[in-house]
């Protein structure tokens, strides 16, 4: 694997791709971050000086009407303070430590939500805390990731599933070779990021709306506060300010509770994996704009690369291959720049593809004839604009092929 | 990616993959509830003890200062709204102001969530999820990026370690976890030192939080940088993004050994 293509021309910038692509995120980040701070403080900055306002005057007045000093009750507050954090509050709650109550707080800590409602104060509570997290944490993170695998997976296999039906409805084909054709039809088709990231987020705000439907009556908040409850909690930042399932007791207890934790795994998976698949346009936009920039900045822009709309595509004879044992490396998908370019210039299968694959049906050759004929977009290697999969979605996709133990040649 | 059992049943017997799902979530399951049996024995008698104290507390302030245990409550259930919008009683930093802000969208995109500062109007909480959509996505993707980036890194290292003896190796997942995890401890001590030293806490408690934000659990039990005055602000908060990374990286190497266990329990020929 190589350590990043340089883009091609632009010897005067001398930030590989890769790099580069990092530190523009980087930037924009904390562009974002600062945008967020100004906007966020101009909202709330007015209602926190009223709050504290109002805190003052209720202090006041509890110490005019009851004649305690400031002091006292000041001391007596900080010991109510050590109490909360002992899990204590006004109303009584339910149990913290006992066993459903542990397991609420297991499972906020290995999904990284993290409440703070229940947290350990014993010191070897803490200690027990950092090495259960190290492994716990790891091991629920690689769950989402798989799940976010699957159901991409699933998602191709039912837009892929319609796709066909489409075009066999659309009469391509002869009907009578149905079994074959989905078998081995579309090789290499991948759904569209946008249309993942649509039906993702229609699910997060079924999911979410569904279970602010349940929240709403059964803990008293407002729908909408409801609503900010499941973001926060789905997209595992856990803020605390709001917590299901803490009063004392509760109607249906036990179904509450079990609805409580089912919507919270369906959503944190859920909210998970449209995080990913949001990161892929990300990723996205990130090229686009270095290809702009680069642009920009070396007056050799290579009209090849912004009309093929390539990203990260291997340029044949980049410098940086020379010399190197001679293994493919893959970074942002299978396509190499010749089959790509075969493509696009409108040949038809070529004989190397034909040799390859194992099984060619007549019917997949008539099916890509006539396609091309008919003009139909290829969506194989020539759109990878529109193709963010092929290199793989989340951590794991990442790290796929770039370990020793995760590809099939060192 | 998908091998499919192609027998008369194959919708029965799931493919490689969903049963490494499904196992994955059976033993996340039995380790939630050793977990959760362990920490209630710990903690639990804890709890009761704090709970008769503070029983006994609040009796005797009552008795002392004759008032009514409704208005004790009435003023106590103040104190948690007011708590909720980040009043303390030792005087802490404005929550809001642009530091504030600026902490507080940190703890979002990097989905921490402490809790100190939360929005409490109707706006910013309409907000703060569109916010978070994209802030935290970026940031995932930012966390994905520093991972490909360090193995790369690591692999290049490593590789001129050998002295360009062989071709270009690519790194093994274990020799990159540990690496991860030497460079994640040495953060977390330096860190913790330095926690120590300008929060007061133990050392403990500050290697307890350096783990907790870095994992971006995030309690809130322990935050840094809430008291008045703060000459290192600045300096305490550039650790995060370094250690953020570096402890987000750690999670998803191991994943990948955890991986290697179950395809080997799962029969496996290739990976």
Request: glycine share 8%; aromatic share 12%.
């Amino acid at each position: 694997m190589m350590p990043g293509q340089r883009l091609q021309g632009c010897r005067s910038l001398h930030l590989n791709e890769d790099n580069g692509r990092f530190a523009l995120l980087a930037l924009l980040i904390i562009l974002y971050l600062l945008c967020g701070a100004a906007v966020f403080s101009a909202i709330e900055r007015p209602s926190e000086l009223r709050a504290h306002g109002r805190w003052n005057g209720t202090l006041l007045n509890f110490s005019e009407t009851f004649n305690i000093s400031l002091q006292d009750l000041n001391s007596f507050l900080r010991e109510y303070e050590a109490a909360i954090a002992a899990g204590i509050r006004a109303d009584a709650l339910r149990p913290r430590w006992d066993f459903t109550g542990a397991f609420y707080f297991v499972g906020t800590v290995v999904s990284t939500i993290g409440f703070g409602m229940t947290t350990p104060v014993t010191v070897a509570g803490k200690v027990f805390l950092i090495f259960y997290g190290l492994l716990g944490c790891a091991a629920t993170i690689l769950f989402f990731n798989l799940f976010l695998e699957r159901i991409i997976t699933l998602l191709a296999v039912v837009m892929k599933a319609v796709r066909e039906r489409r075009i066999r409805n659309s009469g391509l084909l002869p009907p009578g070779i149905r079994h074959d054709f989905s078998a081995y039809s579309l090789p290499g088709w991948k759904p569209s990021v946008y249309h993942v990231m649509l039906i993702l987020g229609l699910s997060a705000i079924t999911i979410s709306c569904c279970a602010s439907a349940m929240y709403t009556p059964v803990e008293g908040w407002a729908y909408l506060d409801s609503l900010y409850f499941c973001f926060v909690t789905f997209s595992t930042i856990g803020f605390g300010d709001y917590v299901s399932s803490q009063s004392a007791a509760y109607e249906y207890q036990s179904l509450y509770r079990a609805a409580n934790f089912l919507f919270m795994l369906m959503g944190v998976c859920c909210i998970y994996s449209l995080f990913n698949v949001i990161s892929i346009v990300i990723k996205q936009v990130l090229n686009w704009m270095l290809e702009k920039m680069s642009c920009l900045f070396c007056q050799r822009c290579s009209k090849a690369s912004v009309l093929l709309g390539r990203r990260n595509a291997i340029r044949p004879g980049s410098k940086g291959r020379q010399g190197r044992s001679g293994q493919r490396p893959d970074s942002d998908g299978p396509c190499d720049s010749d089959t790509e370019g075969r493509r696009l210039s409108g040949e038809m299968i070529s004989m190397k593809d034909l040799a390859a694959s194992n099984k060619v049906s007549l019917a997949i050759m008539q099916k890509q004839l006539s396609e091309s004929a008919n003009g139909y977009p290829r969506t194989v290697c020539g759109s990878s604009r529109h193709n963010g999969f092929s290199g793989g979605v989340g951590a794991l996709g990442i790290m796929n092929n770039r370990l020793a133990e995760t590809s099939n040649s060192r | 990616m998908k091998t499919d059992f192609s027998c008369c049943c194959s919708s029965l017997i799931p493919s490689r993959d969903t049963a490494r799902c499904y196992l994955l979530f059976v033993l996340i399951a039995f380790y939630m509830l050793a977990g959760a049996a362990i920490f209630s024995s710990l903690e639990r008698p804890a709890e009761l003890q704090a709970h008769q104290l503070w029983e006994k507390r609040l009796r005797d302030f009552g008795h002392e200062h004759n008032i009514s245990r409704e208005d004790l409550k009435t003023l106590l259930l103040h104190y948690e709204k007011a708590r909720t919008a980040g009043i303390r009683t030792e005087p802490g930093r404005a929550l809001w102001d642009i530091p504030g802000a600026f902490y507080f969208v940190g703890t979002v995109v990097s989905t921490i969530g402490f809790g100190v500062t939360a929005p409490s109007t109707v706006t910013g909480k309409v907000l703060l999820v569109f916010y978070g959509l994209l802030g935290c996505s970026a940031t995932i993707l930012f966390f994905n990026l520093f991972l490909e980036r360090i193995i790369t890194l690591l692999g290049l290292l490593i590789f001129r370690c050998n002295g360009w003896k062989t071709g270009y190796r690519k790194p093994s997942v274990y020799q990159v976890t540990l690496i991860l995890f030497v460079a994640v401890l040495l953060v977390a001590c330096g860190a913790a030192s330095l926690y120590s030293a300008m929060e007061g806490w133990t050392f403990l408690e500050s290697l307890y939080f350096c783990f907790v934000a870095f994992s971006t659990v995030g309690f809130g039990d322990f935050v840094s940088g809430q008291r008045e005055h703060h000459e290192d602000t600045w300096e305490t908060n550039c650790l995060f993004p370094k250690s953020l990374c570096k402890q987000y990286s750690v999670a998803p190497l191991k994943n990948q050994t955890k991986k290697f266990r179950q395809v080997n329990e799962l029969n496996s020929d290739n990976m």
